[in-house]
């Protein structure tokens, strides 16, 4: 699926429907939009929660008060930075990554315009994702995990990541990201809030920030610059051994301020890993998912590179894997700031 296809609604963001008479809120193609009777406590309650993003798409912010709908733009505009549209390089899988004579394959794409969280989802806004019981919500679940779901549990068998008890995460760690959640876990929390994963070739957009010289689209090397630098990414040679609040590293914002796509933790994106590599042959049990960016344990600088592609099985929760949200440009044009 296109990334700027993916639409939501607040019906299967497992939502209250705004409205009265059984209307859903959602899009509709219908002309002109629906005059909904808003229900100010559901309103308030997805801005409370961060779900803002509901609330941008232009036929339900049609809908809505306008100081609502300032609101939720100021929301985005604080908490998701714009990537512009333009070609990106895109560098298939390379396992060769270390050996300076093997050549990966190399793919431009042209990627639309679109928003991205400043930083990657923390175990505090997690939180609310299980609080309002975003693991019994089938709609938020893709089909081939639905049955499943109940098997997503937290260490003392209550729903949640992997590694917390009793439906939260340890004390001190709220602003760290979240971890422990598998390709599944990232796909529902991002329905829930309205938005959706990244693309692999979105991701390295904001991470290598091209620009044009000539015919030619020049990346940088890493969100900062075209030097390694350690002391900008929590990797294993800042030797943190263990993830950070996601508002540290300022050093190594990318232009825009898009925080900590190097280090830290890999993050999912939406794409199959691998499908840049026409023919290759990958073996596994199951499906896997590109991963981009790097960990805290990540100890080759050359993996901490937007070029170099990782990638996991759908289910697996590891602790040293998070994700950020990202969100179409299309789909908040027009909206009132």
């Excluded at 299967?12 to 009777?37: F, K, M, T, W």
């Excluded at 990346?219 to 540290?248: K, S, Y």
Aim: proline letters at 6%; hydrophobic letters at 40%.
């Amino acid at each position: 699926m296109d990334a700027c296809t993916e639409r939501m609604d607040l019906t299967s963001a497992g939502s209250p429907p705004l409205g009265n008479g059984g209307s859903s809120g959602g899009v509709s193609s219908v002309e002109p939009p629906v005059a909904y009777e808003s229900d100010q406590a559901t309103v308030e309650a997805l801005l409370r929660d961060g779900r803002w993003a509901l609330l941008t798409r232009p036929r339900i912010a049609a809908a809505l008060d306008t100081s609502v709908v300032r609101k939720a733009r100021g929301a985005l505009d604080e908490a998701m930075a714009l990537i512009p549209e333009g070609l990106v390089t895109v560098w298939g899988r390379n396992w060769k990554v270390l050996d300076t004579d093997s050549e990966p394959v190399r793919v431009r794409v042209a990627v639309a315009a679109f928003h991205l969280d400043r930083h990657a989802v923390t175990r505090r806004e997690y939180a609310r994702f299980v609080m309002d019981g975003g693991y019994e919500q089938t709609a938020l679940w893709d089909e081939p995990v639905r049955t499943a779901v109940h098997e997503l549990v937290d260490d003392t068998g209550r729903p949640g990541p992997h590694g917390w008890r009793n439906g939260t995460y340890p004390d001190g760690t709220a602003e760290h990201p979240v971890v422990g959640v598998c390709w599944y876990e990232a796909r529902a929390f991002a329905r829930w809030i309205g938005k959706r994963l990244p693309t692999d070739a979105e991701w390295i957009k904001a991470a290598s920030w091209p620009t044009i010289a000539g015919r030619q689209v020049d990346p940088r090397a890493f969100p900062w610059g075209d030097l390694f630098d350690a002391a900008r990414a929590n990797l294993w040679e800042t030797r943190i051994g263990g993830t950070r609040p996601v508002d540290d590293f300022a050093a190594g914002d990318n232009p825009v301020g898009v925080r900590q796509l190097i280090g830290n933790v890999w993050e999912w994106t939406s794409s199959d890993f691998g499908a840049f590599d026409a023919g290759a042959e990958i073996m596994a049990d199951g499906p896997l998912k590109s991963l981009r960016g790097g960990a805290y344990d990540t100890y080759f600088p050359q993996q901490a590179s937007w070029r170099f592609q990782s990638g996991d099985d759908v289910l697996v929760r590891r602790p040293n894997i998070g994700f950020r949200c990202a969100l179409c440009a299309c789909d908040v044009e027009g909206l009132a700031r």
